[in-house]
Structure formats: C-alpha cells, structure tokens
C-alpha cells in the first residue's frame, strides 16, 4: 500500500533534496521511477509490521504513517552517507512500527481480528465443570504397570 506520495515528501524534506537523491545518473533531473520504488519499500515495511495487527490495505492512510513513510522513503533515497538526523529518523519510525505491531502504540484504528487456528483447543462456555478429577481417574490409574 501506498502511505505517502511524492507530493509528501517534497513537503516535508523540499523538492530540491528528494529531486536530488533521485537523480542516480547526474543529469539534473530525478530518474524515473527512483522515487515511487523508494516510496513502495517504505510501504512493504511499513505492511510488514502493522499486518499482523491491522487488515491490509488499511481504508485509510492515518497521517502517523504517512510521516513514517516519508522518513522511511527519504533514508532510502539515500544511497551512500547517510546523514546522522535522516538515519536518527529512520530508526525512530522502525521503533514506533515496532511499538505498533506489539500493541504498545496504536494507528487509532478497529485491529484484525486474530482467527482461532484449527488446531487450537475448543471450549464450549456452557459444559459442565470439570470431567476429569483425581476420583474419577482412579479405575484408569489401578490398572497402570509399576516401573
């Protein structure tokens, strides 16, 4: 999923940096596709930590991941030297996914619903107490060989 565009990135770090970073072969110009590639790993981050919280594609894009995708794009930008604020960034937005993928933060919104798996144990609310008790195992335990 896409969290933040082009457009966002030339209004938080300035169009002159991203057009920069982007030009790959130093013809003045940001190369094709340099920015949506960039754009599109941040994204695949960005899903691999809050999918197994939140059903993707998220309806919306709330701005808290909007900012992270535009820290995450600019840090990808950079192919050599990173400066020490973009990579301080970058390590902060990978702490705040982390936080959300283990339900210390929150995006604000409804979480995916965790499947029952089919091995897992069921329980039916309504049973009686329990079956087994030391009493009702004594016939079974009388016939067990002695080691």
Request: with cysteine; aromatic share 8%.
């Amino acid at each position: 999923m896409t969290y933040a565009t082009q457009q966002d990135l030339y209004d938080r770090f300035g169009q002159s940096e991203i057009d920069t970073l982007a030009d790959r072969n130093n013809d003045g110009t940001p190369d094709p596709g340099v920015i949506d590639g960039a754009i599109a790993d941040a994204g695949d981050t960005i899903d691999s930590y809050i999918g197994a919280r939140y059903e993707l594609p998220l309806a919306s894009t709330p701005p808290l991941l909007t900012r992270i995708c535009c820290d995450l794009t600019r840090f990808e930008l950079y192919s050599d030297a990173v400066p020490e604020l973009v990579q301080k960034r970058h390590d902060a937005a990978i702490k705040l996914l982390q936080a959300i993928q283990s339900g210390k933060a929150t995006l604000g919104l409804a979480e995916a619903s965790q499947p029952v798996p089919s091995d897992a144990p069921q329980t039916d609310p309504n049973a009686p107490g329990r079956t087994f008790t030391t009493g009702s195992l004594e016939d079974f335990t009388s016939d067990w060989p002695e080691y």
